[in-house]
């Protein structure tokens, strides 16, 4: 596999040894992707097993008690061991300290750490399997998961271990980009996937802790019976959900906001514009930060809580939605007479702003009181938290890892073969899960391993939707590695971007560039640099 | 550019910070937020803590008279030694003084393990009364309901906070070995301070548990 010059940091130092003590952030980036991507392949298999027991009404390959489980190892495993680590842990951890021209993360040592962290935890929530699983779902329900036989302490466990990884992370982070940038690059000179790291991180920071705490109180709960979360000893279940959600809500953001990222930086670059309303999109990733701890309560709905903390928390849900809607405005924006070229990682986002678009729309429905009563616990809610990490967070770091892919590896991917299967996902993601917005309302509950035959065909195309997919990503490995072999050798700057990461080698040195950086123009001056032969000129 | 070129780089200073106080700012902020984590940590328990005494309010104030308020009150009175000993620590570093910033070093790791014996004595107590979480609690005599929830937050909030002393001994022991190996100077002594605000938030999360726990009434 040739990978670029001598000097790359894939090459210097050598062997094995050289890798698992690296402190290089580049390296620990590339060891998160190979590890997430290990989990995303697991966690998408007993996807497809689900849907092949979901593609006729009757009992095909699973029990009701084994569909149970997959279904919680699925969902635990997509949450905590690929989608909340993805973006910030893999690519951010890559991109970051390069694109504000740092010769690292301030802490490498910390980073190494949350990377064996993080497997650590991997490995012990997986270990729930030689258990016999756990059937809660990866919310963890009380009273349930005090009283269920199964595998819960193993999992939560690994659950809490996998918080300190996160937090690291964050902590890493929130203290870079205050204090290593380049010279000149004030707060307003940084590229917006720094703010969205940033955002990100400080909700990893102060979220996780509360997730953690939690997990320790469910495992004493089920060790020693202290009553907190049960109420036949005086204990309120409610209160786990409080507790619970106070962390999840704003973990979906930890999960959208790398996303919303990426999506800044593929804009601007594939419509070669200065980007619309930057202060504006920066200010909203710090919005949603903010709003995202304020609205927990409407996983509650239907759970007991007050009818006035219903109401409060459902006004507070919708002014999430301006945040959000202020991005995809100036997304839009900077589109509008651009010089749009339709390469690969441009195409994800599209497809991200057209899927998240109608995630968080039905996210408002959710968000509604009355009609959350009705859709509550449906598959309109499957659809719509799918359309929102899938379509909205896979979707971005795919176009990242496409973006990124050449500064990585100094290897091009085969373009045609990316906007193939890029229409490949698209189409099987949406066969996949539109199908199941109109299930949900029209009632199928879910969870189900099996249903009344009246839902039989949408179930049956959803199934067919999920193949495709399957198949899309597929054929992604195949020309993606590939690409390491026999792909062309990338340029330095191979899509005309004004970030520093560009100006780093095509793949960077072990430290990054070759000079002490300096910031000399904004990060998306399009009308005012031009990108030459490599070298970026004044226009 | 750094106001240290290469040739002069001193040997503390980590290959990618431009110069000294670069790299002091990153730890001191990083340490602030792993602080604000630990907060939080505790934060959860604190919630527990508040919602379960307003819902039994009565049993709490019957339950917290078999906590021994002298020992809970000598602790409190050993960790603040404890964290001003540390303080000094630190002043003795920055000035220079090698030899009395291990002594104080020292003094802290010793009231730190006094702290943590006279807690040993206090469990040991407890638990042969059967004065235990859950569903090992056996103690009779205490009115009101769920009495077990009392020990339960006892024993969950001074055990975890317990855990950070213990950690942090660690820690300060080997703060002793690098002051003694002379790796801190007047220029150079950050561990020592990061270690220092980590042991003021160990106090001071006890100087919050003590009269919830031990005062309340
Ligand atoms: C490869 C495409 C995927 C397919 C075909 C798929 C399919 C499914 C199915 C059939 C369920 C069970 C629904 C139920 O019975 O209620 C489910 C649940 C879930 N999925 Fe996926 N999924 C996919 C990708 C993802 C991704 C990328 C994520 C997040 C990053 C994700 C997160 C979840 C979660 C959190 C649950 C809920 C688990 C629970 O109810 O406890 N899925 N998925
Ligand atoms: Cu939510």
């Known amino acids: ?38 989990f995303f392949l697991v966690g998408g298999l007993l996807a497809v097993l689900m849907r092949v027991e979901l593609s006729s009404p009757a009992r095909d390959v699973v029990s009701a008690e084994l569909y149970n489980r997959l279904f919680t190892l699925h969902g635990a495993i997509m949450i905590f061991m690929f989608i909340i680590p993805s973006i910030p842990a893999a690519i951010g951890n890559f991109v970051l300290p390069l694109m504000i021209g740092a010769k690292d993360v301030a802490f490498p040592r910390l980073n190494l750490a949350s990377w064996y962290i993080y497997v650590v935890g991997s490995l012990i929530a997986v270990a729930s399997i030689l258990q016999g699983g756990v059937d809660t779902g990866w919310t963890f ?80 709960e089920r060790l020693f019976g202290i009553g907190i979360f049960d109420p036949a000893m005086g204990g309120d279940p409610v209160l786990y959900q409080h507790f619970f959600w106070f962390y999840s809500h704003p973990a979906v953001y930890i999960m959208i906001l790398p996303g919303m990222a990426i999506i800044s930086e593929l804009i601007a670059t594939f419509s070669h514009k200065r980007i619309f309303g930057y202060k504006a999109i920066a200010f909203s990733s710090l919005g949603i930060a903010l709003v995202s701890f304020l609205v927990w309560g409407h996983h509650m709905f239907t759970s007991g809580q007050s009818e006035l903390a219903a109401m409060i928390f459902s006004f507070l849900t919708f002014l999430v939605g301006i945040p959000s809607g202020i991005k995809i405005f100036n997304w839009v924006a900077t589109m509008y007479r651009g010089s749009i070229s339709l390469k690969t990682p441009m195409l994800y986002a599209i497809a991200f702003l057209l899927l998240f678009t109608i995630g968080g729309l039905t996210g408002i429905f959710l968000g509604t009181l009355a009609v959350d009563v009705h859709l509550h616990d449906t598959y309109f809610i499957v659809a719509h938290f799918h359309y929102v990490m899938m379509g909205g967070t896979v979707m971005a770091l ?74 899309g990503f597929l054929i992604m490995v195949i020309y993606l590695i590939h690409s390491l072999y026999r792909g062309k050798p990338a340029a330095r700057n191979p899509w005309g ?39 970026m000129v004044k226009a | 550019m750094s106001s240290e070129s290469l040739s002069t780089r001193p040997a503390h200073l980590q290959h990618h910070f431009a110069d000294t106080y670069q790299q002091g700012d990153a730890a001191r902020l990083g340490m602030w937020v792993f602080l604000l984590t630990e907060i939080l940590l505790f934060g959860g328990l604190f919630c527990f803590y508040a ?29 603040i030694t404890s964290s001003v000993t540390m303080a000094l620590a630190i002043r003795s570093a920055q000035l220079g003084k090698r030899r009395e910033a291990v002594y104080n070093l020292v003094a802290t790791l010793l009231l730190a393990a006094v702290f943590l014996i006279i807690k040993y004595f206090e469990y040991e107590h407890k638990i042969h009364l059967g004065q235990l979480p859950g569903k090992f609690y056996t103690f009779q005599g205490i009115a009101g309901s769920n009495p077990h929830v009392f020990f339960s937050v006892y024993f969950l909030m001074t055990g975890l906070h317990g855990l950070h002393v213990i950690g942090g001994m660690g820690v300060i022991a080997w703060m002793i070995q690098r002051t003694r190996r002379g790796e801190f100077s007047p220029e150079y002594y950050t561990p020592l301070e990061l270690t220092g605000l980590y042991w003021h938030l160990v106090d001071l999360i006890w100087i919050f548990l003590f009269p919830l726990l031990y005062l309340i009434g």
């Open chain 1, 1 to 38: 596999m040739y990978t670029g010059p001598e000097n790359s940091y894939l090459k210097q130092p050598r062997g094995l040894k050289s890798w698992l003590l690296t402190l290089d952030h580049k390296r620990i980036g590339v060891m998160y992707l190979t590890a997430i991507m290990f």
């Open chain 1, 141 to 220: 329900y009380t009273p349930y998961s005090t009283s269920t036989n199964s595998a819960v302490i193993t999992l939560t466990f690994g659950a809490f271990v996998l918080g300190f990884s996160s937090i690291f992370t964050g902590l890493n982070f929130i203290v870079t980009i205050h204090k290593m940038r380049a010279p000149g690059m004030t707060w307003f000179k940084m590229p917006l996937m720094v703010w969205g790291l940033y955002a990100t991180a400080i909700i990893q920071v102060l979220a996780t802790p509360v997730l953690g705490i939690t997990l320790v109180l469910l495992i004493f």
């Open chain 1, 398 to 471: 795919l176009g990242g890892i496409h973006y990124w892919w050449p500064k990585m590896w100094g290897k091009m991917y085969n373009e045609t073969w990316g906007r193939i299967t890029a229409v490949l996902v698209f189409v099987g993601f949406n066969v996949a899960f539109f199908t199941q917005f109109i299930m949900g309302s029209q009632g199928m509950p879910r969870r189900y391993y099996s249903y009344p035959d009246q839902f039989a065909f949408l179930h049956e195309v959803s199934s067919v939707g999920a193949y495709i997919l399957g198949f």
């Open chain 1, 497 to 535: 971007a004004l970030t520093m990461e560009w100006e780093a080698a095509s793949p960077p040195t072990t430290h990054n560039f070759d000079k002490d950086m300096k910031l000399e123009h904004g990060p998306y001056d399009f009308d005012r640099v031009e990108v030459e032969d490599e070298e």
């Open chain 2, 51 to 79: 919602i379960y005494r307003s819902w039994y309010p009565d049993m709490f104030i019957n339950a917290h008279r078999h906590l021994n308020v002298w020992l809970g009150g000598t602790n409190t009175v050993v960790l």
